[in-house]
């Protein structure tokens, strides 16, 4: 089995900055790449940031120059720093990877439960 455990939510007022965490575990052999993503009320879960194993980046158009992801590969862990946040990033907050289990071929994705992020104007 492989867990996904995100930390770092909450409530921030308009302009201020959150730290998420997502730690993985379990029966992992490697990972490809891990990522965050985010579903406000109402609305589809969309991509706010991933990394790849060799470093390489991507992010919504919505976070650049705001959203900072970084990951920490001896730990498994992926972070996603956040400043100047709005009330429009507003949403819960997944955490995402795509890894190479020990026990099964192929690649396999996993979630995690989920943190709360909300954003007061």
């Known amino acids: 089995q492989v867990q996904l455990v995100e930390s770092g939510g909450g409530l921030v007022q308009a302009g201020g900055s959150l730290r998420l965490s997502c730690a993985a575990s379990?029966?992992?052999?490697?990972?490809?790449?891990m990522g965050w993503y985010r579903q406000a009320p109402g609305k589809q879960r969309d991509l706010v940031a991933a990394?790849?194993?060799?470093?390489?980046?991507n992010y919504a158009d919505s976070v650049k120059g705001r959203f900072t992801i970084s990951r920490d590969n001896a730990k498994n862990t992926v972070y996603l720093q956040m400043n100047s946040l709005k009330p429009e990033d507003t949403a819960v907050y997944y955490c995402?990877?795509?890894?190479?289990?020990?026990?099964?071929?192929?690649?396999?994705?996993?979630w995690g439960q989920g943190t709360q992020v909300i954003v007061s104007s």
């Open positions: 379990g029966s992992i052999s490697s990972i490809i790449h």
């Open positions: 995402n990877a795509v890894l190479l289990n020990l026990y099964y071929s192929g690649s396999s994705q996993y």
């Open positions: 990394i790849i194993s060799g470093g390489s980046t």
